[in-house]
T-cell receptor, first 109, second 114 residues
């Protein structure tokens, strides 16, 4: 199984940057890092993924360490609607994604 | 991106009966998957739905309990057979566009077995 380690919960003030860490020390060289989030009672939403370079899209930035054993998802200006469970995963070469327990991010007004 | 529609969105079923969940993608996709999310838990992969062949099941899941069909590149069904209250979960369909690309999820089917 593709195992990752994330803090179970984090808080962030509205308007501030949310930095969510993930440890994936067993990742192999050709596996991508993926981030998804799940807002209560909805299906998971894709956020971003990357191999080794930092990535940015309209939702977030992904910073992957040089040794690729950890990464950080950055939501630059968190809003109340960003309150969700955030899942970090790695894999993708066989299309399968293995979900861990994730981090519950609570954005506070 | 792909838009995934699941039917039904929710259902309440009697124990011992079966329910078939449909998953429709708005474009052709390479892979389709079925997940289960038990109350308060993360997602667990049930199986990979293979087009034109038998599904590939993960450990702990068997075809007799969760038969899956995938007749073409945009559609799949998951049947939850001989249901018991322990099958009460959210069942989610996912579709992948290709190797090392993102996968997309439907909104899920919330199943309650009474």
């Amino acid at each position: 199984d593709a195992k990752t380690t994330q803090p179970p919960s984090m808080d962030c003030a509205e308007g501030r940057a949310a930095n969510l860490p993930c440890n994936h020390s067993t990742i192999s060289g050709n596996e991508y890092v993926y981030w998804y989030r799940q807002i209560h009672s909805q299906g998971p939403q894709y956020i971003i993924h990357g191999l080794k370079n930092n990535e940015t899209n309209e939702m977030a930035s992904l910073i992957i360490t040089e040794d690729r054993k950890s990464s950080t998802l950055i939501l630059p200006h968190a809003t109340l609607r960003d309150t969700a469970v955030y899942y970090c995963m790695f894999g993708g070469s066989n299309y399968k994604l293995t979900f861990g327990k994730g981090t519950l991010l609570t954005v506070n007004p | 991106s792909a838009v995934i529609s699941q039917k039904p969105s929710r259902d309440i079923c009697q124990r011992g009966t079966s329910l078939t969940i449909q998953c429709q993608v708005d474009s052709q996709v390479t892979m389709m998957f079925w997940y289960r999310q038990q109350p308060g838990q993360s997602l667990t992969l049930i199986a990979t739905a293979n087009q034109g062949s038998e599904a590939t099941y993960e450990s702990g899941f068997v075809i007799d309990k969760f038969p899956i069909s995938r007749p073409n590149l945009t559609f799949s069904t998951l049947t939850v057979s001989n249901m018991s209250p322990e099958d009460s979960s959210i069942y989610l369909c996912s579709a992948g566009m290709g190797q090392n690309t993102e996968a997309f999820f439907g909104q899920g089917t919330r199943l309650t077995v009474v």
